[in-house]
């Protein structure tokens, strides 16, 4: 193999296209103090694949601890010898990565459980939601929060590919990613999505993630978190500027504006 080829990798391209780490560390602590009056400590990165969030937490605070579960060991290995290795050796002292059901609960207590990027869509059925939110509950810390991001509105379910280029160097250049919305079915709420990816030589990966998710209403997932046993929830939506765009900052608020594609978090209160 020729010395300088570079090898497509698609965790490489989906962190730099899909993941702002910093950002959720931001939120997740900026919700914390707000609801609980205090600095979150530990953290649980539900569905953490590369891990990067767990990453960043333990950056961000010297006695901030991270637990990242996954099921797959691919991306794991591929946090392992790449944003793990950014750590010094103290803060990777503060990392533990499972393979582990984030169905199950953990003997281990956190202040904040996190499940990013719209990951609890693959449970399609409210009998696996509930299981996967009591087994949240019983991890959390007396105090601790629960949130998971989900992305709703009339642009999320219609049929639509949109694309981006991104410059970066890992990659050797400009490369295009997709997001395509494939399908969605009004009558089960299932959609299927998927992201595709161009290499900077032009190569396109079709698929690189299929992703086959339950589209969940934001009343859905705060009732279900009370019948699974939280004791409050309460709903953080982005704030918008003046053009209608999102601007990354997540306010609790109580009514949602009909915003054509949305994010937000909902919190499970412990
Ligand atoms: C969309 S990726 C999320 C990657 C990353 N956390 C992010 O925010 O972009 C979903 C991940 O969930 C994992 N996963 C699916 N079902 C799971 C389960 N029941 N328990 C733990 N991990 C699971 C998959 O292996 C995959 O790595």
Known sequence: M??????????????N????PEEHVKI????FRELRKKEPMSLREDFCGTFLISCEWVKSHKDRTAYGMDLDPEPVDYGKKNGFKT????????VKIVLQDVCYP????FDVIGAGNFSFNIFKTRAELKKYFVAARKSLNKNGI???EL???????GKMKEQKTYTVKEIGGRYTYYWDQQSFDPITNHGMYAIHFKTPKGVMHKNAFVYDWRVWSITELRELMMESGFKDTVVYWEASDKNGD????????KNGDNAHSWIAFVVGIN
């Open 28 to 31: 997740y602590g900026n919700m």
């Open 2 to 15: 020729a010395k300088n080829k570079k090898e497509f990798n698609k965790y490489l391209y989906y962190e």
């Open 146 to 148: 629960f949130n998971i």
């Open 17 to 20: 296209s899909v993941q702002t």
């Open 87 to 94: 750590l010094n050796a103290n803060q990777k002292k503060r």
């Open 246 to 253: 999102g601007t990354g900052e997540y306010v609790l608020t």
């Open 106 to 109: 953990t003997k281990q207590k």
């Open 151 to 157: 992305a709703g509105g009339p642009g999320f379910i």
